[in-house]
């Protein structure tokens, strides 16, 4: 975390859906610091109203057309909760980002408490009646945030990941959503995040859809100042 790229950071205290989709309109996404503290980065997110497929997303979804999804709220109740997620969520980030990455407590936090945790529903998708993954996210009637996704192990080098990503991204667009926010873009690492269309990234100041600017400064890994507009 602290690596991570950002140009500010903040506590905000008036939790209504207008005062969280404000902040987000502005570059600033929700974190797993504390209650009501968001992050100012290079924000990523896709105007819902001009999402269309491509040919490579129509591909990877036939790879998955047996993937379901569906979401349930969180915080949950201890009684609803099942530690199997939690572990899963450690074991997914150690094994893609290394040790400590993401702690099954971390998780179970995110997951159970309304005191700590900023996200408000789960995602959870199957294939063939077996849960195969998840995604912490937060939404309003307005937005979904893809916050945290993880998945079986086993199917790490599949196209799973980005199969679950574009079934969230439907899903939003089919809930009337405007935006669907893909978290940062700050590292090499990130360009599987530019793929889509109605993309735009915040530099902090405005909204662009200049995705070759963008995939020049994510290959640099510089954490300079954008250009001025």
């Known amino acids: 975390m602290s690596n991570y790229y950002k140009t500010d950071q903040i506590t905000l205290t008036n939790l209504s859906q207008e005062s969280i989709e404000e902040k987000y309109s502005l570059g600033y ?3 797993r610091l504390g ?3 968001m992050n100012q980065t290079r924000s990523l997110r896709i105007d819902l109203s001009k999402f269309e497929l491509t040919s490579e997303n129509r591909r990877i979804l036939k790879h998955n057309e047996n993937l379901m999804i569906s979401e349930g709220q969180i915080p949950m109740t201890f ?11 450690k074991e997914f980030y150690e094994t893609k980002f290394g040790s400590k990455t993401f702690t099954t407590n971390k998780a179970r936090e995110l997951l159970t408490n309304p005191f700590k945790s900023n996200y408000n529903y789960l995602l959870t998708y199957k294939s063939e009646e ?10 309003t009637e307005k ?6 996704p993880f998945y079986q192990i086993d199917m790490i080098n599949s196209n799973l990941g980005m199969g679950m990503m574009l079934k969230a991204i439907l899903h939003s ?10 978290g940062s873009a700050t590292k090499p690492e990130d360009k599987y995040k530019l793929q889509f269309k109605g993309l735009e990234w915040s ?9 070759d600017e963008l995939k020049e400064i994510i290959l640099n ?3 300079r100042e954008e250009k001025k507009d």
């Open 143 to 148: 937005i979904l945030h893809y916050a945290y």
């Open 79 to 89: 009684d609803e909760y099942d530690w199997e997620i939690s572990k899963l969520a």
């Open 203 to 211: 530099n902090g100041r405005a909204w662009s859809d200049n995705i």
């Open 29 to 31: 996404i929700f974190t």
């Open 221 to 223: 890994n510089t954490t």
């Open 35 to 37: 209650k009501g503290v």
């Open 130 to 139: 077996k849960e195969v993954g998840y995604v912490i996210t937060f939404q």
């Open 173 to 182: 667009k089919n809930k009337d959503q405007k935006y669907f926010y893909l």
